[in-house]
């Protein structure tokens, strides 16, 4: 009874680099963190206005690439101006010497990537700040008591 199933589950590690690779080409895994990231490494006003379209490493090598950056008219100057600082933010964010120069496309439509920030803290009323702590004033460990008032403010500025 020791059957191989033809449709058993396959670890995504096995099947990744088959479809990153076709997706992405030879240097997906690199090519891959630009696009998903572009908005963080670059800051959302040249993210709006540019976005990566390949990278090119020289024969047999791993560093140094060229990035092909398509952009907008109006920010063609502003990428050229800005080149050194972004080519230090790719680098930075890769870990490694990965990009050496830019290559400016002009035209064509700038792929649009979702930009995620962190919704601003809000605080909770002081009423409501003097009534939670006043509920976990009767807990004894510090900690504890410290980790439910962190739990009720984040709670409570939720409106939960």
């Not at 020791?2 to 997706?23: E, F, H, I, M, S």
């Not at 990428?79 to 010497?97: D, S």
């Not at 409501?128 to 410290?146: F, G, M, N």
């Amino acid at each position: 009874m020791n059957q191989t199933y033809r449709n058993a589950p396959v670890r995504l590690g096995r099947t990744l680099k088959d479809v990153a690779g076709k997706a992405l080409g030879k240097n997906g895994l690199a090519f891959g963190a630009l696009l998903t990231d572009w908005p963080s490494i670059v800051g959302s006003r040249l993210a709006d206005q540019t976005s990566p379209m390949k990278l090119v490493f020289p024969a047999a090598q791993r560093e140094n690439a060229t990035l092909h950056l398509r952009v907008t008219g109006p920010a063609a100057l502003l990428v050229q101006h800005e080149e050194p600082l972004i080519i230090e933010k790719i680098n930075a964010f890769m870990g490694w010497r990965a990009v050496a120069r830019l290559k400016l496309v002009h035209g064509g439509p700038v792929l649009k990537t979702k930009s995620y920030s962190i919704a601003p803290v809000r605080r909770l009323s002081p009423v409501a700040e003097a009534k939670l702590h006043d509920s976990t004033a009767a807990v004894e460990d510090p900690e504890l008591r410290e980790a439910l008032e962190r739990l009720g403010r984040a709670l409570g500025a939720t409106g939960v």
